[in-house]
């Protein structure tokens, strides 16, 4: 192929990719260790870097997948899904679901939605308020709190834990 048919050759395809959104930067959301996304319908994010710091609003459906220390403030939207590693900050509002799965000794709190399930690991604190429904499922010793919430259940996983319902506070430990 002779470099003018090359460069015609290329200069399509770079055209073609340019006119199609190419490189999909749109989808693209993390800049190392922070992460955005607002506006969209879907958005799904996964950042593995330790301490990542997520903030998802005005969407449809957040999905987001982090590791330890990860820090996630979902705001504003029909849904949101997360999963991460130990020692998470995840805080949900204004949503009509959200779910969370989370390792130990994370901070979870639900706030002004319709819906919130959280299955969370030992040391984990977790606060539901202003909500209809709040279902958290511990494996290990875990505090949970609810204000203003229909209905609020507790389920202790692990040997020897049990619910213990303390002044409006539920918490799983080995005894009450």
Do not use: W
């Not at 949503?95 to 706030?111: E, K, P, Q, S, Y």
């Not at 709190?145 to 506070?169: P, T, W």
Request: proline share 1%; net charge negative; with cysteine.
């Amino acid at each position: 192929m002779g470099n003018g048919n090359l460069f015609s050759t290329l200069l399509l395809v770079f055209s073609s990719l340019a006119a199609s959104g190419g490189c999909h930067r749109d989808r693209d959301y993390c800049r190392g260790d922070r992460c955005e996304c607002h506006g969209r319908s879907d958005c799904d994010i996964s950042c593995q870097l330790p301490g990542c710091a997520v903030d998802c609003s005005s969407a449809d459906f957040c999905g987001v997948a982090c590791g330890d220390g990860c820090e996630l403030d979902c705001n504003d939207l029909q849904s949101c899904e997360s999963t991460c590693g130990d020692d998470c900050a995840l805080t949900c509002s204004s949503a009509t679901t959200c779910d969370f799965v989370c390792g130990d000794n994370c901070d979870l709190r639900c706030h002004d939605v319709s819906r919130c399930e959280a299955s969370v690991g030992a040391g984990s604190q977790v606060e539901c308020a202003r909500l209809s429904s709040c279902d958290v499922e511990c494996a290990g010793a875990c505090s949970v709190s609810c204000n203003g919430v229909a209905s609020c259940d507790v389920s202790c996983k692990g040997l020897g834990f049990v619910r213990c319902d303390e002044g409006g506070q539920l918490r799983c430990a080995t005894q009450c």
